[in-house]
């Protein structure tokens, strides 16, 4: 496919129905050549490369001293909510409080499934748990902004929790729907949040937007804002910040209001990080509580072995500058792929991220999961259509999320290029079925 011309530029608006036909008999003669050629290329998770995570190879020395500050022996039993030098280090990074943060294991997702399950099991605060309102004749529900992160919506799932669609827009979720709903709706619990970088679109909360939720009335008392800050410091091309929600919900009259999550993943390493969760001092006591009942404490040794490491937020930040330089060609490849084939065509949107992990595209209307199947037959693996959205239905059929990570250099531009042909080709067939 490597040098092969890949047509259609001009908006497909202005093209006739013989021209259209024509165009498409030469992108599928391009495509079965690429079939052909029997490519195994995956752009379907945000996995770090090899490369990245070689950046952190140093860490895996063991400590050379396990001691801590308080005398503990990190190599023994102890310290339910993490070491103290660890808490320290990523409230200074992060803007929270060391006293406000349990550190617990290599992935958030561990952490936000197990405060869900809580919230299932006890309620919190004095509410009823949330179990209870199916033998009232009710269901638990989340407001969940779209696109959105798949693994949350896998979430819900599980747990039977049902998810209500809300747009996200240039600055966050539609607030307008969001506290019309919330107002109204004392079944609605709480609402999935990705405030930096968003996965899979990029998008940044604005100050206004994490005010509102912060401060919005809401119908459940016992309302939780899942906020995972899962990027805050994973910044590509221009450093972005938001408001910290948690101060803003004690501002506005809501302490315990927000969960923060985050996590070392896509920092260090995926399958040896550390998370954490913050919140309010009363929500951070109530599930200390029900932490002692599952464990004696996550792995120290572990959490010893990134204050080691990292030793200053600005090491950490350091950090991540070399990580973006390693995720920058690669973001600018596809993103400079994009524009040069497919801008003015009419056949693809996409948005361009500051930071994160993910390209979010836009086909036209029913075409996404034509696309991601023809990739798929031509040897490249994506995430699937409709994997953006609660119970994976796209109602538009439109959402792609392009993970550039993993792949290098070279594989990404093959799969890349075959992906714009796949648009060309499921985009024109739409048209011509019109």
């Known amino acids: 496919m490597k040098g092969a011309q890949m047509i259609m530029i001009q908006p497909v608006n202005t093209l006739s129905k013989p021209e259209l036909e024509k165009q498409l008999s030469e992108l599928c003669r391009q495509y079965e050549d690429v079939k052909g050629k029997g490519l195994k290329l995956n752009m379907a998770r945000g996995k770090p490369a090899a490369s990245q ?124 729907v969001v506290t019309e709903l919330a107002a109204k709706d004392e ?88 998370s954490l969760i913050s919140s309010s001092d009363a929500n951070i006591r109530e599930l200390k509580g029900h932490m002692a009942a599952q464990t004696i404490g996550h792995d120290k040794l572990n959490q010893l072995r990134h204050v080691q490491f990292f030793k200053t937020p600005e090491n950490i930040r350091r950090h991540m500058e070399k990580l973006a330089g390693e995720l920058r060609p690669k973001f600018d490849m596809v993103l400079e792929s994009l524009d040069k084939e497919l801008k003015g065509s009419g056949l693809l949107k996409w948005h361009s991220p500051k930071g994160g992990y993910f390209v979010s595209v836009d086909t036209l209307p029913g075409c996404a999961k034509r696309t991601v199947q023809l990739a798929k037959e031509a040897g490249v693996t994506l995430t699937g259509a409709g994997a953006t959205w609660p119970y994976g239905k796209d109602p538009e059929d439109r959402n792609i999320r392009i993970a550039p990570s993993f792949p290098t250099i070279d594989e990404l531009e093959k799969a890349v290029e075959i992906f714009i042909l796949c648009v060309k080709i499921a985009g024109i067939e739409k048209l011509l079925e019109g």
């Open 53 to 176: 995570l070689d950046l952190s190879m140093d860490m895996l020395q063991l400590p050379a001293d396990c001691t801590l500050e308080d005398g503990t022996d990190a190599r023994n039993y102890g310290i339910l909510d993490g070491i103290s030098e660890c808490r320290k280090l990523f409230a200074d990074l992060l803007g929270l409080k060391a006293e406000q943060i349990i550190i617990g294991g290599n992935a958030s997702l561990n952490t936000m499934f197990d405060t869900l399950a809580s919230l299932f099991l006890f309620g919190t605060q004095g509410h009823k748990p949330w179990s209870q309102l199916k033998y009232e004749g009710h269901t638990p529900k989340f407001l969940c902004p779209v696109p959105g992160y798949d693994r949350h919506f896998t979430m819900c799932e599980e747990l039977g929790v049902e998810m209500i669609p809300v747009p996200l827009l240039e600055d966050g979720p539609d607030m307008e």
């Open 187 to 274: 079944d609605i619990k709480g609402m999935w949040c990705v405030p930096v970088h968003s996965n899979p679109q990029g998008v940044c909360y604005s100050d206004k937007t994490v005010r509102a939720l912060a401060a919005m009335e809401t119908a459940a008392d016992d309302f939780r804002i899942f906020w995972d800050n899962a990027y805050a410091i994973h910044h590509i091309y221009e450093e972005k910040t938001v408001l910290n929600i948690i101060e803003e919900c004690e501002k506005a009259g809501h302490p315990d209001r927000p969960y923060f999550f985050f996590s070392t993943s896509k920092i260090t390493f995926p399958g040896a990080g550390v």
